[in-house]
């Protein structure tokens, strides 16, 4: 059964998908079951993955880890997420990019997501 907001990954070609709907069904990619990332909460490492949320002055910024995470080709975060009152917003970004994101909003609840090409998914309540 596939899981609302759920990130599903194929480990056979990389393609990345997020469920709007839950249903029963499987999700299959390349011929085999994609798999469900969880969503891990604490770094149990030096490098620094969970995202750190700041309420600024015209919304929320998200910066990924208390040390800025590395932003390389081989290592780097693919986007971050901030889900506020039920609304989801998302900006990618790109080896060299800073690791965070700020989103204009206001909201009276929110939560994180980031999603490392190394590491997976990583989630932070606000």
């Known amino acids: 059964m ?3 907001m759920g990130i599903y990954k194929c480990e056979i070609c990389g393609n990345i998908v997020e469920v709007l709907h839950e249903g029963a069904g499987d999700l299959v ?4 079951n994609m798999k469900l990332h969880d969503e891990q909460t604490a770094d149990s490492s ?8 700041e309420k600024v002055s015209d919304g929320y910024k ?3 880890g208390s040390t800025l995470h ?3 080709d081989e290592h780097y975060i693919e ?3 901030l889900v506020a009152d039920g609304k989801a917003y998302r900006r990618f970004l790109k080896p060299g990019d800073e690791p965070s994101a700020t989103f204009c909003i206001e909201a009276s609840s929110v939560t994180a997501r980031e999603y490392c090409n190394v590491h997976g998914l990583w989630k932070a309540k606000g």
């Open 2 to 4: 596939a899981v609302q």
């Open 29 to 32: 990619c390349c011929g085999q």
């Open 46 to 53: 030096t490098e620094k993955h969970v995202p750190v949320i």
């Open 62 to 64: 998200v910066t990924v």
């Open 70 to 72: 590395p932003m390389k």
């Open 79 to 81: 986007w971050i997420e």
